[in-house]
């Protein structure tokens, strides 16, 4: 490995959305290839041309643009590569390696009826398959051909594959593989060929899903004269329900969790960690995964989503994050709840005390309207109820330290201090008033805190407006 440059691909078909099972098939080859200082490639598997559409490309480009997986080629469009194919396949049936099928498709399905009323495994006969001494009738009027590549009889296809071990699968198991259909259009296996020879991809880390692809494909590769590059197939992706993740099982898609709050480096770690370790570790940045990453020690069997283990990761990246940037990602959510940051504190600091018991961003910037609100209306009775008469004496004493004082947070705490021994009152019994008083609330984050950052003055006028009013 040392002496060739490592070569990975993510091929998605963007067929629908990407969900966390697809990108953690983009994480792993990513990984590997920045870890060995090699190339990542995005290959578009578009063929499938009902069902593939523009706007689900551009999903999976955001999304792996959003989890910071750089490329170092493509996009790469396998419609654009139609006349490579094309040449490919007339060189194989120039060759004698691939060979024109006349099966029509209801010869096709009367066979498989037959052999699985025998309870014989449905596959082609190979009757149009040209062999020494074999005589093939003249092609019937009315029938387009399908093209067939002659998979090689006997023996087996072996493999090392770095997460399943050997795995040996006899030619027999295997009929001869359509690799383009009547209209010539390739066929998904073949193309797969084509475009690892060409890349020269040295690795391929992809879902098991894939398994009874890769024999058919080490064979077509091997027909063309190429290397089979290394195998890594990955176990399933669960979701909590235990079910293959999916968008029919409520899988969400990367775009739900940007929209949702979660932080990108908490949903790499998190993928990271569904289906590859490192020893017991279960937070590491994106540097340390790719310094640590190794094919050795990808999960055997499948890994199952967790929602809150998600969660957990998401708050351990916002309560430990710089709280500027965490403030420049908050704040679009911000704006979209109508919140206007422009006026009022320094969202940064508004950010830094609220990051520690959040979530998602969007609880950040939630919190943040508090705020940002204006001073609030009360009737007397809701006042009477929530700053009682016999506060107003500790309050006016409150605001006179707070005059006296620098406004900042330790300067508010000595405040409150102050007025507590005077009034020999518990700490509840001063903030709940106070907090009410600004917000007609009584659930705030530390409020020498917020009372630094809404400022001395405004919080002066909230505190005896109340008084007054009562």
């Not at 500790?394 to 005077?422: C, H, N, R």
């Not at 007609?440 to 005896?464: H, N, Y």
Request: aromatic share 8%; proline share 6%.
């Amino acid at each position: 490995m040392a002496s060739m440059t490592v070569r990975t691909r993510f091929a998605p078909s963007p067929t629908g959305f990407i969900h966390l099972g697809n990108l953690r098939s983009a994480l792993y080859p990513w990984a590997f290839a920045r870890k060995m200082k090699g190339d990542f490639i995005l290959r578009i598997e578009d063929t499938d041309q009902e069902r593939s559409s523009q706007e689900a490309v551009d999903v999976i480009i955001e999304g792996m643009r959003w989890l910071g997986l750089d490329i170092d080629e493509g996009p790469i469009y396998q419609m654009q590569r139609m006349d490579r194919y094309r040449e490919v396949i007339a060189q194989m049936l120039k060759n004698g390696l691939a060979y024109y099928c006349y099966m029509s498709e209801e010869e096709l399905n009367a066979l498989r009826d037959a052999q699985m009323a025998n309870k014989e495994k449905p596959r082609y006969n190979g009757f149009w398959r040209p062999e020494t001494g074999k005589n093939l009738p003249a092609p019937p009027e009315g029938i387009k051909p399908v093209i067939r590549f002659k998979n090689p009889i006997g023996g087996s296809v072996i493999w090392q594959d770095a997460v399943k071990g050997q795995i040996e699968i006899s030619n027999d198991e295997l009929d001869d593989l359509v690799i383009a259909r009547p209209d010539g259009t390739p066929t998904y296996n073949f193309c797969v060929v084509v475009d690892d020879l060409d890349m020269k991809i040295t690795h391929v880390i992809r879902g098991d899903d894939h398994v009874n692809n890769t024999p058919r494909q080490i064979n077509i590769l091997k027909a063309l004269g190429g290397v089979s590059p290394i195998y890594a197939h990955l176990p399933t992706v669960l979701n909590d329900q235990g079910e293959k993740m999916s968008k029919r099982n409520g899988a969400m898609s990367v775009r739900d969790y940007e929209r949702e709050g979660y932080m990108p480096e908490a949903v790499l770690n998190y993928l990271a960690r569904l289906g590859w370790s490192h020893g017991d570790a279960e937070i590491f940045t994106k540097e340390q995964f790719v310094e640590w990453f190794d094919l050795d020690h990808l999960g055997k069997s499948p890994a199952q989503h967790n929602p809150e283990k998600l969660l957990w990761l998401n708050h351990h990246y916002l309560q430990h994050g710089d709280a500027a940037e965490i403030a420049k990602r908050a704040l679009p959510f911000a704006h979209n709840l109508g919140i206007k940051t422009e006026q009022g504190p320094d969202f940064v600091g508004v950010v830094n005390i609220l990051k520690d018991r959040a979530n998602t961003l969007i609880e950040i910037a939630e919190g943040a309207r508090l705020f940002y609100m204006d001073a609030p209306e009360f009737s007397a009775a809701d006042l009477e109820a929530n700053v009682p008469v016999a506060t107003h004496a500790p309050l006016a004493d409150f605001i006179t330290a707070l005059q006296a004082s620098d406004g900042s947070k330790a300067a508010v705490g000595a405040a409150f201090k102050e007025v507590l021994a005077k009034h020999g009152m518990k700490m509840p019994a001063l903030a709940m008033p106070v907090r009410y008083a600004m917000f007609a609330t009584t659930q705030t984050p530390a409020i020498d805190a917020v009372i630094s950052l809404i400022g001395k003055e405004e919080t002066i006028q909230r505190l005896q407006r109340s008084i007054k009013i009562s």
